[in-house]
C-alpha cells in the first residue's frame, strides 16, 4: 500500500471515512428507534415474539392468527432468543442484521484477497459494498435478508479457499456446506450460492465427486429438515414457506426494481464489463458464476407483490467483489499509481460515481427514516387507546402499533387476502366473526362509504368480508398516519346498520 501517491490514499481514506459515517449513522438509528424502520420489520418481530411468548411460529390459517410465516426458522429463533434475554424486540432483530453486515464487509475483504492478493483491491471492494445503498440501508432492520447473505457469502469464501489456496483442504468444503444449509434456513430463495459452487465444482474434473457430496450434503440436508418439520406440524411449515408465499407477480414491479438496480450499481457493471475477458478465466471466473445466478434467482422473484429492494442485497455484494476483481485484473491501481494515460485510468469514474450517487440516493432515504420514526411514534401513540379490547382478536393494518400495544397479530390482511382470492384460506369463518360484531376493532386504509381498493399492494379485506363490515360495523374515527394516509377506525354497530359518518 505503500506506492500509491499521497493524492490517492488521501482521496481513498476519504471515502472510507463517508463509508464509515454512513454505517455509524445506519447503526445509530437502529438503537435510538423505537419503531419499525422498514415496512415487515414488525411483522418479522411480531412473528418472534408469539414464538418466544407461546411458542407458535408455523400456523394451520384455518383459525387465528391468520398469518404467514415466509421464513425459514434460523432468524425467528435467534430473534426470539435474544427477546427472551430481555432485549426489545427489534433491536434484538437490528443487532442480528448488523452482526451479518460486518461479517459481510469482512467476508468480501478475505473474498478479494484471496482472489487478488491484493490490499487495494480488496479495500476497495469494501467501500463500495458499504457505500452501495441497500448493504447499510436493509445492514440495521431487522429483517432476515442480511443474515441469509453473510451466510452466502461464508459458502462461497470457504469454497473460494478451497479451491484457490487450499485444494487439499477438504475441511473448507464441508464448512461452505454447512453455511450455504445456514443459508437456506434463514431464506429459503438464497440458492445462488450453492447452485454456483456445485456448478463450478462439477465442471472441474479433479472435483465432480466432491460437487455430488456437496450437491447431497446441502440440497439432502435442507429436504430432510424441510420435510421432517413438515411432518411435524402436520404440514404447516411448507404451507407457510411455500405454498402461502407465492404471491401475485406484476410486471410494474420487476421495472421497479431494474430501474433502481441500475441507478444503484449500474456503474459497477462497467467496470465489470471492462474486464470480462481477463475474469473469465481460471479461478477469476468463480465469482462472475456466482453473481449470474444471484442475477437470475433476482429476476425470478424480484416481481413478487410486496418486494423491495432488499432482494438486490446478494448481488450487490457480489458486484463489488466482481468489481474488485475486475480491477486488479486490469492491473487499474497499478495505472492509477504511476501516472499512465491508459484507459484504464478512466474507470475511477464509475467508481467515484457509484460512491457519490449512492450517498447521494441514502440522504434523504436517511432523513426519511428519522422523520418517520417521529411519525411512527406518534402514529402509536393515537392508536393505542383502539386496542384495549381484551383478548378477542382485532384487525389492524398497522403492525409497528401492535407491537407497541398487543404483542401478538391476530390478521395479516394482506396475505390474508392473497390467499383468500386464490382458494387457499375459506373466508367464510371470518365473515361470520363479522356479522357477529366478534370482532371489536377493525383498521382499515380505506373509506368503506367509497368502492373497494384496486391496488394490489394497499392491504384490504376480501370483498365478502368488506361486505359484512358495511352491513355490521361503524364509523368509529380516522387517525392519520405515514402509511398509505393512515387508517379508518370501525366498530360493532349496536344493530345492523350501514356505515355511519
Same mark, same amino acid.
Given at each position: 500500500?505503500?506506492?500509491?501517491?499521497?493524492?490517492?490514499?488521501?482521496?481513498?481514506?476519504?471515502?472510507?471515512?463517508?463509508?464509515?459515517?454512513?454505517?455509524?449513522?445506519?447503526?445509530?438509528?437502529?438503537?435510538?428507534?423505537?419503531?419499525?424502520?422498514?415496512?415487515?420489520?414488525?411483522?418479522?418481530?411480531?412473528?418472534?415474539?408469539?414464538?418466544?411468548?407461546?411458542?407458535?411460529?408455523?400456523?394451520?390459517?384455518?383459525?387465528?392468527?391468520? +398469518?404467514?410465516?415466509?421464513?425459514?426458522?434460523?432468524?425467528?429463533?435467534?430473534?426470539?432468543?435474544?427477546?427472551?434475554?430481555?432485549? #426489545?424486540?427489534?433491536?434484538?432483530?437490528?443487532?442480528?442484521?448488523?452482526?451479518?453486515?460486518?461479517?459481510?464487509?469482512?467476508?468480501?475483504?478475505?473474498?478479494?484477497?484471496?482472489?487478488?492478493?491484493?490490499?487495494?483491491?480488496?479495500?476497495?471492494?469494501?467501500?463500495?459494498?458499504?457505500?452501495? +445503498?441497500?448493504?447499510?440501508?436493509?445492514?440495521?432492520?431487522?429483517?432476515?435478508?442480511?443474515?441469509?447473505?453473510?451466510?452466502?457469502?461464508?459458502?462461497?469464501?470457504?469454497?473460494?479457499?478451497?479451491?484457490?489456496?487450499?485444494?487439499?483442504?477438504?475441511?473448507?468444503?464441508?464448512? @461452505?456446506?454447512?453455511?450455504?444449509?445456514?443459508?437456506?434456513?434463514?431464506? /429459503?430463495?438464497?440458492?445462488?450460492?450453492?447452485?454456483?459452487?456445485?456448478?463450478?465444482?462439477?465442471?472441474?474434473?479433479?472435483?465432480?465427486?466432491?460437487?455430488?457430496?456437496?450437491?447431497?450434503?446441502?440440497?439432502?440436508?435442507?429436504?430432510?429438515?424441510?420435510?421432517?418439520?413438515?411432518?411435524?406440524?402436520?404440514?404447516?411449515?411448507?404451507?407457510?414457506?411455500?405454498?402461502?408465499?407465492?404471491?401475485?407477480?406484476?410486471?410494474?414491479?420487476?421495472?421497479?426494481?431494474?430501474?433502481?438496480?441500475?441507478?444503484?450499481?449500474?456503474?459497477?457493471?462497467?467496470?465489470?464489463?471492462?474486464?470480462?475477458?481477463?475474469?473469465?478465466?481460471?479461478?477469476?471466473?468463480?465469482?462472475?458464476?456466482?453473481?449470474?445466478?444471484?442475477?437470475?434467482?433476482?429476476?425470478?422473484?424480484?416481481?413478487?407483490?410486496? @418486494?423491495?429492494?432488499?432482494?438486490?442485497? %446478494?448481488?450487490?455484494?457480489?458486484?463489488?467483489?466482481?468489481?474488485?476483481?475486475?480491477?486488479?485484473?486490469?492491473?487499474?491501481?497499478?495505472?492509477?499509481?504511476?501516472?499512465?494515460?491508459?484507459?484504464? +485510468?478512466?474507470? /475511477?469514474?464509475?467508481?467515484?460515481?457509484?460512491?457519490?450517487?449512492?450517498?447521494?440516493?441514502?440522504? *434523504?432515504?436517511?432523513?426519511?427514516?428519522?422523520?418517520?420514526?417521529?411519525?411512527?411514534?406518534?402514529?402509536?401513540?393515537?392508536?393505542? *387507546?383502539?386496542?384495549?379490547?381484551?383478548? &378477542?382478536?382485532?384487525?389492524?393494518?398497522?403492525?409497528?402499533?401492535?407491537?407497541?400495544?398487543?404483542?401478538?397479530?391476530?390478521? %395479516?390482511?394482506?396475505?390474508?387476502?392473497?390467499?383468500?382470492?386464490?382458494?387457499?384460506?375459506?373466508?367464510? #369463518?371470518?365473515?361470520?366473526?363479522?356479522?357477529?360484531?366478534?370482532?371489536?376493532?377493525?383498521?382499515?386504509?380505506?373509506?368503506?362509504?367509497?368502492?373497494?381498493? +384496486?391496488?394490489?399492494?394497499?392491504?384490504?379485506?376480501?370483498?365478502?368480508?368488506?361486505?359484512?363490515?358495511?352491513?355490521?360495523?361503524?364509523?368509529?374515527?380516522?387517525?392519520?398516519?405515514?402509511?398509505?394516509?393512515?387508517?379508518?377506525?370501525? &366498530?360493532?354497530?349496536?344493530?345492523?346498520?350501514?356505515?355511519?359518518?
Amino acid at each position: 500500500m505503500d506506492q500509491a501517491p499521497v493524492w490517492y490514499r488521501r482521496g481513498f481514506f476519504a471515502i472510507c471515512a463517508v463509508a464509515a459515517f454512513v454505517i455509524a449513522a445506519h447503526i445509530a438509528l437502529a438503537f435510538w428507534a423505537r419503531n419499525e424502520i422498514a415496512a415487515a420489520e414488525s411483522i418479522i418481530a411480531l412473528h418472534s415474539m408469539m414464538l418466544a411468548q407461546s411458542g407458535g411460529l408455523y400456523y394451520s390459517n384455518q383459525a387465528y392468527p391468520y +398469518t404467514v410465516t415466509p421464513y425459514m426458522p434460523v432468524f425467528y429463533l435467534l430473534e426470539a432468543a435474544l427477546f427472551r434475554t430481555g432485549i #426489545p424486540i427489534f433491536l434484538a432483530g437490528r443487532l442480528l442484521s448488523i452482526a451479518a453486515l460486518f461479517g459481510i464487509l469482512y467476508l468480501t475483504w478475505k473474498i478479494v484477497l484471496l482472489y487478488t492478493r491484493d490490499r487495494w483491491c480488496a479495500g476497495t471492494a469494501v467501500v463500495l459494498c458499504a457505500c452501495t +445503498t441497500v448493504v447499510p440501508g436493509w445492514g440495521t432492520i431487522g429483517r432476515v435478508d442480511m443474515l441469509a447473505v453473510c451466510f452466502s457469502i461464508a459458502a462461497f469464501y470457504f469454497y473460494a479457499r478451497y479451491t484457490v489456496a487450499e485444494p487439499a483442504a477438504a475441511k473448507n468444503l464441508a464448512w @461452505s456446506a454447512v453455511f450455504a444449509f445456514a443459508s437456506l434456513m434463514t431464506k /429459503q430463495t438464497l440458492v445462488a450460492a450453492p447452485a454456483a459452487i456445485c456448478l463450478l465444482l462439477f465442471f472441474r474434473k479433479d472435483t465432480r465427486v466432491r460437487a455430488i457430496q456437496y450437491a447431497v450434503a446441502v440440497a439432502g440436508g435442507a429436504a430432510l429438515v424441510t420435510f421432517g418439520t413438515d411432518w411435524l406440524l402436520h404440514g404447516r411449515f411448507l404451507f407457510n414457506t411455500v405454498f402461502a408465499n407465492v404471491n401475485p407477480f406484476a410486471a410494474e414491479k420487476l421495472q421497479q426494481h431494474a430501474e433502481f438496480y441500475f441507478i444503484s450499481l449500474g456503474q459497477l457493471l462497467v467496470v465489470i464489463f471492462a474486464g470480462l475477458s481477463k475474469a473469465i478465466r481460471g479461478h477469476f471466473r468463480d465469482p462472475l458464476v456466482y453473481l449470474g445466478i444471484s442475477f437470475a434467482v433476482l429476476a425470478a422473484t424480484a416481481g413478487k407483490i410486496g @418486494s423491495d429492494t432488499n432482494y438486490h442485497i %446478494e448481488s450487490a455484494v457480489l458486484i463489488a467483489i466482481c468489481t474488485a476483481i475486475s480491477l486488479h485484473l486490469l492491473a487499474f491501481h497499478s495505472h492509477v499509481f504511476r501516472g499512465s494515460k491508459a484507459w484504464i +485510468t478512466l474507470l /475511477q469514474l464509475p467508481l467515484l460515481i457509484h460512491v457519490v450517487n449512492n450517498v447521494r440516493i441514502m440522504i *434523504p432515504f436517511f432523513q426519511s427514516r428519522v422523520v418517520q420514526e417521529f411519525e411512527m411514534d406518534d402514529y402509536a401513540r393515537r392508536l393505542k *387507546p383502539y386496542y384495549a379490547s381484551g383478548d &378477542r382478536p382485532v384487525i389492524a393494518m398497522d403492525f409497528n402499533s401492535l407491537i407497541r400495544s398487543r404483542g401478538k397479530l391476530d390478521v %395479516e390482511p394482506l396475505i390474508y387476502t392473497i390467499l383468500v382470492n386464490a382458494g387457499r384460506i375459506d373466508p367464510e #369463518p371470518m365473515r361470520k366473526d363479522i356479522e357477529a360484531g366478534a370482532i371489536p376493532v377493525i383498521m382499515l386504509h380505506q373509506d368503506l362509504a367509497k368502492p373497494n381498493l +384496486t391496488d394490489p399492494e394497499i392491504p384490504s379485506l376480501p370483498a365478502p368480508l368488506l361486505a359484512a363490515m358495511r352491513n355490521r360495523y361503524e364509523y368509529a374515527g380516522f387517525v392519520p398516519g405515514p402509511y398509505f394516509g393512515g387508517v379508518y377506525v370501525y &366498530r360493532p354497530a349496536n344493530a345492523h346498520t350501514a356505515v355511519k359518518r
